[in-house]
């Protein structure tokens, strides 16, 4: 509306000014015939001379564009009006768009849905792909990112910036799904993090031959997890609260330390690492797949490995920025 207003006050403001000087009419009778030429309702007269029929033709088509555009304003925002689910999808699709380093949920069931509350408790980005429209409108009335479609599609999972995604979630419902949405994005992202459910040990297993790097059988770990509540109850509480986000400061945290971090190579005595920052590494996981229990204050912290330390927020951040990379001046 701002753009027309100016537009028009250029267009017969100029028409009126320049109508007065060519053909020295008053300033209402070339005002009036601007609006006349503007509207294309018709001529008073005809203009003598060049100068001043070459003002009315841009007089013309001056006017020609301004209600054009008012006319394409109006219908856009009549559209809008009647189909406002169409602007919604639009602006959901540009912030999609919009994302780097996130996670793909395919499939928005109870273990999709609990996976991405615990993305939203820890800040992670992450958009949900499903092909069921009611458990899209669901994670849509929750604020969640969300597109209608399956993981077992290539297209759809580029919709979801695969190509710029951190990682993918296959929570399907049917292992079958989760072994083609499993296969689909290991096919387009070699190196891509992906996490698979799995109903038994069957499942699993194919999960893992298609490119799965973690599976979770959730049946299987409910199983685990109350016999952990009945023989060690205080042991699975405390484990409870430092990996769930959301709860209280204490948690866990993995940190991977690569050629380019500061300190790499030192020991953990070395770093003072629990005096610096407060967080306490409970074990080290090696370049090869071994794992550290509860290292030694001289465990050597090489490039490569990865820390799984625990501590609150602030004692987790100090230990980030203490294995943070070297600036390109310090190199």
Known sequence: MVTAFVAGLVVFGGGTYGFHRLLHESLFDAFYRTVITATLTGLDTKPLGPGAEALTIGVAVGGVAIFGYLAAQVVEAIAHEIAPDARLRKRRTKMIDELRDHFIICGYGRVGRRTAEEFTASGQPFVILDRNPDAVAVAASRGVLCLHGSGAEDDDLVRAGIDRARGVVASADSDAEN????????????????????????????????????VVQPYSNAGVEIAKLALKPQVAAFLEIVSTYGGPDLRFEELEVDAHARHAGQTIRDLRIRKETGALIVAIRRADGSFTATPSPDTRIDAGTTLIAMGTEPELQALEELFARESVGSA
Not at 179 to 208: C, G, H, Q, W
């Open 179 to 214: 072994l083609y949405i499993t296969l689909s994005a290991r096919t387009r992202r070699p190196e891509l993090t992906i996490v698979a459910r799995a109903s038994d040990a069957e499942a699993e297993r194919k999960l893992r031959l298609a490119g799965a790097d973690r």
